[in-house]
């Protein structure tokens, strides 16, 4: 598969396109004033318990008190809580070593936040979820630091590896190389793309995440809340170093600065892949030129056209996403089951894409064209499942039911993206209205005749074919176009513009083709 990754620099912010085999797949936005993005660290202050929810409102900073259940505080939040306080009142130039750090006692899963959270403290979270609608954030005490190969978990000692790599002694190498040289107090979790990496990669990835952390403890001396700790890299190198592999051919960027920062992010995690790093600079927009723009607006709006002439309606609602599959212009070929397989076979794929593409998360309800055989069922159970596989989204798909739906559940992590594919009528303006086309003729015949009184000789209109074909009408002699020059004694040329809306027409003067400002 061809990955490409184009991005585009504005003064709002920062848009990134991913695009597979020249098929855009993610779109992501980062603005300037961006704040609370998953994975940023926020020192907050507990505001208020929940007991019936098992759950604490914390204030970092957001309009609205971020949301922490119980079963987000992570089993050492005792420990956390410790090293906050700790961290906060340091006065040691260098910090404290965290490797002598001593953790407490773990919690218990089924206990009770009122138990741990008794004075309202100041802790550290992590952002799980951005604030989504009327929602403020949802947040974590179970801290995690991803880099390229590894990921950093404090307050614990364990090494894991992912199960993904399915060869049992590379499993093995990996926790060797990983439990020599982990520092104390840090658990790691190591990532699918540590696969055939040596010791000196991955102790500088480690390396990397653990300078991270002693910038949290010397953000935290003397730090008052709600402040920001840390930020999350920047969207751009956070999806690099999550999906950068052999199969991304190419990144563009329209800006010189994010272009090297890129480049040297490339050249740190993968220097053999510095190359694919470009400049566009061409007077093109950049989304324009790589036809991103097009598949923009023809993927987000309510009706999602397929090749074959079916297509899909997509309905968001409070509670779900509802997809509904049609055979539109699709005809059957003989056979109606085969027919209805085929159809949903390319939904089903289209779907997988829009998931992603939109980021839509919770719940899903895909209703398919009905299908009798239940190989056919299994078949797109299967290619659905084979489809989200790309899908880096926490999700869950259930076997289509006796009703013909399919069930599925996403993780979402930021607010759905919703793009409006409507444009505003450049006729109307967006107030429903226009003037009042019986009186157009007698608006051009004004204008014209204020021309004509300007010391203009040689006009020509450019108009709608409706508008020029009117003033044609009622034969040659008797046509307004004649009746106006028998009347000024100019004779008025007439250009159709197919571009034109039905009311809109300009004057042009023939000798500069200029067009004429009235």
């Not at 992590?126 to 179970?142: A, D, F, H, N, Y």
């Not at 008797?478 to 571009?499: A, E, F, I, M, P």
Request: aromatic share 8%; charged share 25%; with cysteine.
């Amino acid at each position: 598969m061809n990955k490409e990754m184009i991005i585009n620099a504005s003064a709002d912010g920062v848009e990134i396109a991913l695009l597979e085999d020249k098929k855009l797949v993610e779109l992501h936005y980062e603005h300037n004033n961006s704040a609370f993005a998953v994975g940023d660290l926020y020192l907050g202050k507990v505001k208020k318990l929940m007991p019936g929810l098992n759950a604490a409102f914390v204030d970092v900073g957001y309009e609205k008190d971020a949301f922490l259940h119980y079963s987000d505080l992570s089993p050492y939040i005792r420990s956390l809580l410790k090293f906050t306080n700790t961290a906060i009142r340091d006065n040691s130039p260098n910090g404290f070593d965290f490797g002598k750090f001593e953790n407490e006692q773990e919690i218990l899963k089924t206990g009770k936040i009122t138990d741990v959270l008794t004075q309202k403290p100041e802790i550290i979270v992590q952002i799980l979820k951005e604030p989504i609608s009327s929602k403020g954030p949802r947040l974590s005490c179970e801290l995690s630091f991803p880099g390229r190969f590894v990921v950093l978990t404090p307050f614990n000692n364990f090494v894991s590896v992912s199960r993904k790599i399915h060869s049992g002694e590379e499993r093995k190498r990996l926790q060797k190389i990983v439990e020599s040289i982990k520092p104390k107090n840090f658990g790691v979790i190591v990532r699918t793309a540590a696969e055939g990496k040596n010791t000196a990669e991955l102790h500088a990835d480690l390396l990397d995440l653990t300078n991270q952390w002693k910038t949290i403890q010397e953000n935290l001396k003397g730090a008052h809340p709600p402040k920001r700790i840390l930020s999350e890299q920047a969207k751009t190198t956070s999806i690099l170093r999550d999906l950068l592999n052999e199969s991304f051919q190419r990144i563009v960027v329209n800006e010189k600065g994010i272009m090297n920062e890129t480049r040297e992010y490339v050249s740190r995690i993968a220097p053999e892949k510095e190359e694919i790093v470009n400049f566009y600079h061409n007077g093109q927009p950049i989304f324009d030129h790589f036809g991103i723009t097009r598949q923009v607006k023809a993927a987000f709006g309510k009706t999602v056209n397929l090749a074959s002439g079916a297509y899909l309606i997509i309905e968001h609602t409070e509670a779900m996403h509802v997809i509904d599959v049609n055979s539109g212009t699709r005809a059957a070929d003989g056979n109606q089951e085969e027919s209805a397989l085929k159809t949903n076979l390319e939904a089903a794929e289209e779907i997988c894409r829009q998931l992603r593409l939109r980021d839509i998360g919770g719940i899903i309800i895909i209703d398919f064209i009905d299908m009798k055989l239940p190989d056919n069922k299994r078949k797109l159970y299967d290619y659905m499942t084979e489809c989200m596989t790309t899908d880096r989204a926490r999700h869950t798909l259930l076997p289509i039911s006796k009703f013909g739906l399919m069930q599925i559940t996403r993780q979402r992590l930021r607010p759905e993206i919703n793009i409006s594919t409507a444009e505003v009528c450049p006729t109307c303006k967006g107030t429903g209205k226009i003037g009042p086309s019986i009186l157009i003729t007698d608006e051009v015949e004004k204008d014209f005749r204020y021309l004509i009184n300007q010391g203009h000789r040689k006009l020509k209109l450019h108009a709608h074919p409706m508008l020029v074909a009117y003033l044609k009408t009622s034969g040659f002699w008797r046509s307004l176009q004649w009746k106006w020059y028998r009347t000024y004694g100019v004779w008025l040329k007439l250009h159709t513009d197919n571009n034109y809306q039905m009311t809109e027409y300009h004057f042009f003067d023939q000798k500069t083709e200029e067009i004429i400002k009235l």
